[in-house]
């Protein structure tokens, strides 16, 4: 029910991975951090009952076989339960509490507030089809091997007895829904079929389930597909006359940014520093471009637009990429450079205890993204990080080439800064050794997307790629992408940008293919303020950096600044901040 909105990003998707809380405690750690510990336990307990679906995803499995129905009396069950929580929260002194549970503390009053937000004002229930979605949830325990497959088939077989319940109650909610989110209902729904009409039925043969057992698990899969066809064909059928414009309009979409984002900045001011950014990197881009013109284009005149410039230098230079076949082992090649540069620079300690595991794409995730990691949940630390490349395998020609322009010579290696080394993979890897569930669960998207930014730009300063202008300048466009989004989602949620205008900006300005301006177009009608946390988390993750570097003088290391950072786990930048550059930080200790 309150499950955030996953949209998996072309190659950047991270699935969010952190530890249990071991009950170890911190020298720093008095009478209410332990009390608040015990507290803390109760919190998730209390919200995995009321939100079976949510605690399944992040791997906590006691509540498998329940699917709850979406009707008044579970979300005022909902709001009850975050009042209480605020309640309980507001009894412990939180300038009493150890950082790491100072943290913890703002991120749960955050989160509660932030409950009762959703569901008394944004009320997303009302007008967003796509927000009703069982499908997720019976996949992925059909998918992830946490326990014995017939143990989570009997699980997916109760789990279904709602079904036609859950839709019936969607039907009476669902009023002039945005005709966007109501496409992405059926799109979704239609695309999600399979789990019921045929992957359950061929995981069902792999077990020695008896063979009645199975016939009626298998008439319940049945009758589950027919009432999600029929759900499609209501929503398709239904009259609309007044839907909800797609966009969410500048007051929710405040509130939601700061829900979500749990910046220091206001969304304005994000969006004003992304337009000043945009001006920045495109000058930056101009002068290298003047530089490269004539090594590939000789003397050939420089075209008077400077933009165009820019552009003509991009799409020269991206067709310098790997063959099809070659982009899995392209990658197992660059990430032992990408270690060895991090090491020789002194940039943060890697733990070689945790290695990532490159793997093919498993099949159920194929489709999408050409490369993504993915992590253990917050409930299984010890589990693998795999980094997992899609086959272009099977693509037409046309496809894999646009596909491997984007990620050419250079974006590759962007790509898997980015994703593993040292961008979201490394800092996972961190966040699991800060010993909070809270942080790995409402792990902050603007400090984990912004981390993997800033990592990039970190390594390009300091000398990647630095024989080759050809890498800054591709590093400019893709790092174009986290900006314009920005821009992109706040006028078009908050200043009725139009579409065009958005294609300009993207195309234009951002020197993206046409393909992948309608894909972002796409994004930002069925979603908002998530495009902020690229380039928010990356500006003030920089911005902190600075203000250290200006606390700790001589003192400042680069390397001291990371794992440190890092070591507050997924949390917002703000409070890690506030951790930072309050403590009389002693000089470094070496590693
Ligand atoms: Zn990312
Ligand atoms: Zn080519």
């Known amino acids: 029910m309150i499950k955030k909105l996953l949209i998996t990003a072309l190659a950047l998707t991270v699935i969010f991975i952190g530890c249990k809380k071991d009950g170890s405690v911190g020298p720093l750690q008095g009478k209410d951090d332990a009390a608040f510990s015990i507290y803390e336990n109760s919190f998730l307990q209390g919200l995995w009952k009321l939100n079976p679906d949510w605690a399944t995803s992040v791997g906590y499995h006691k509540y498998d076989s329940l699917l709850l129905i979406p009707d008044d009396k579970s979300r005022d069950k909902m709001i009850n339960y975050a009042k209480v929580q605020v309640d309980s929260l507001s009894r412990f002194d939180v300038t009493t509490l150890a950082d790491a549970n100072k943290i913890d503390y703002h991120i749960m009053q955050n989160q509660m507030e932030s409950i009762q937000w959703s569901i008394q004002q944004l009320k997303a229930y009302q007008w967003d089809p796509s ?70 039925a061929d995981s069902l043969k792999k077990t020695n389930i008896p063979q ?7 008439d319940r899969a049945h ?37 979500d984002i749990q910046a220091e900045s206001k969304a304005q001011q994000v969006y004003n520093a992304a337009v000043e950014r945009k001006k920045y990197i495109h000058h930056e881009m101009v002068q290298v471009s003047k530089k490269l013109w004539p090594k590939y ?50 940039l943060i300690t890697l733990d070689p205890s945790r290695p990532l595991i490159i793997r093919k794409e498993p099949g159920y995730m194929a489709g999408v993204a050409g490369a993504s990691m993915s992590s253990p949940g917050p409930y299984d630390k010890e589990g693998n990080s795999y980094f997992n490349v899609g086959s272009l395998a099977g693509w037409t020609a046309e496809k894999a080439e646009s596909y491997l322009r984007e990620y050419n010579q250079y974006t590759l290696q ?92 993207l195309t234009h300005e951002a020197f993206q293919q046409e393909a992948e301006a309608e894909g ?54 703000k409070y890690i901040k506030e951790a930072m550059l309050a403590k009389e930080v002693v000089a470094n200790t070496g590693h």
Not at 212 to 218: D, N, S, V
Not at 330 to 340: D, G, R, S, V
Not at 528 to 552: H, N, W
Not at 557 to 568: G, I
Request: proline fraction near 4%; hydrophobic fraction near 40%; charge should be positive.
């Open 297 to 346: 284009f000789g003397s050939k005149a420089m075209p008077a637009d400077s933009l165009d410039l820019v552009a003509q230098l991009i799409d020269t230079i991206s067709s310098r990429h790997v063959k099809p076949a070659d982009f899995q082992s392209a990658i197992e090649n660059l990430l032992p450079k990408l270690t060895a540069f991090v090491k020789a620079k002194d």
């Open 414 to 505: 962007i790509l898997c800064i980015h994703e593993a080394i040292p961008g979201h993979y490394v800092q996972l890897v961190y966040a699991n050794k800060a010993p909070s569930l809270i942080k790995s669960i409402f792990g902050n998207s603007a400090m984990i997307e912004g981390w993997a930014v800033y990592s990039e730009e970190m390594m390009l300063d300091n000398g990647y790629g630095a024989d080759e202008p050809e890498m800054r300048l591709m590093w400019y466009k893709w790092h174009l992408r986290s900006v314009c989004n920005t821009i992109l989602d706040y006028a078009v949620h908050t200043q009725n940008m139009s579409k065009p205008d958005a294609m300009k900006l």
């Open 223 to 259: 009758l589950s597909a027919e009432t999600i066809k029929s759900f499609v064909e209501w929503l398709k059928a239904l009259k609309n006359d007044h839907p909800r414009t797609f966009r969410l309009g500048r007051e929710l979409y405040d509130a939601k940014f700061n829900y």
């Open 212 to 218: 009645a057992e199975q016939k009626l698990m298998l």
């Open 131 to 200: 927000s009703y979605n069982v499908i997720g949830t019976f996949a992925y325990i059909l998918n992830e091997h946490y326990a014995p497959l017939s143990k989570r088939l009997r699980n997916f077989y109760q789990k279904m007895a709602n079904i036609p319940a859950y839709y019936k109650e969607a039907e009476k909610q669902i009023k002039n829904p945005v005709i966007e989110l109501t496409g992405l209902a059926v799109e979704q729904h239609q695309g999600g079929l399979s789990v019921f009409e045929k992957d359950f």
């Open 520 to 573: 972002k177009w796409k994004r930002v009608n069925v979603t908002s303020v998530q495009l902020d946390s690229y380039f928010t988390g990356y500006k003030e993750i920089t911005d902190l950096r600075d203000a250290y570097k200006k606390k700790m003088g001589d003192k400042f290391k680069l390397k001291d600044f990371n794992e440190k950072f890092l070591s507050y786990g997924s949390a917002p930048v």
